[in-house]
């Protein structure tokens, strides 16, 4: 894969954060340490890119680095070609919009106060401005119907919903601007293990109708060997392994991924 052929190319990535003062004893205040300590990697189009690893490794950090929801201290996102930390202004606004994420907690996620067609047409309130009310009401109607939900949703609230109807619901909010990729932050592993396989069949089947990009965040490797095409494992906020996801799961060489993929007993192997 060239540089130009990648949908996301990222390049030495790197965050620190301040350690909270009195945390360790003898640490000074300005004591930093490292969430995402150089990663790189490319996503082709119609990709699913894993990264697994366990809690804490740097996962929602990296994430949320490739859509400019935190800053790096230094590194490179390029999203199809397009120098995003560089990016100000409305080429910002225009490459945020290719770009979405699908949260973890189905509950936090969701404004509270807000109806559910409000909520899942946001996205084209700030996009969209020429659009009227109705055509907005209308759009959102057609995705909620895309992720198994009835119109009758759209006046609801949140707390309306199951666990596994608000995942469908942010995953609505996600793709109602037509994006190319999402960035899919354990989208699964608050929702019990059956909802979240119909989840994870959802998120399949709309990938293959919207010729979605995935960036598929987990630290479950049964769930990451469902949908991956690529994985990365991580390990400390670096990336130990990379490659296609048949050989990390298959014939992994690092002793990391190993001791992961002992911890499960069975891994379903991608097809
Ligand atoms: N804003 C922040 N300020 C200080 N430390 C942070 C901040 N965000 C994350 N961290 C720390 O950075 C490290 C990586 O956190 P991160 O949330 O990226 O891990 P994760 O792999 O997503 O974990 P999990 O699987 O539990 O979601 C953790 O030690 C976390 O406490
Ligand atoms: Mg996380």
Redesign the pocket.
Known sequence: MTASQALLDVRDLRKS??RSAGTFSGGSESER?T?VDGASFRVAAGETFAIV??????????ARMLLRLIEPDSGQVYFAGENLLAAGGSGLRALRRQMQMVF?DPFASLNPRMRVGEIVAEPLAIHERALSHRERRNTAALMLARVGLGADALDRYPHEFSGGQRQRIGIARALILQPKLVVA??PVSALDVSVGAQVLLLLQQLQREFGLTYVF?S?SLPVVAQLATQVAV?CAGRFVETGPARQILEHSRHAYTRQLLASVPEVPLPK
């Open positions: 954060f301040r340490f969430a690893g366990e809690s804490g490794c740097g996962k929602t950090t990296l973890q932050d354990e965040i630290h991580m």
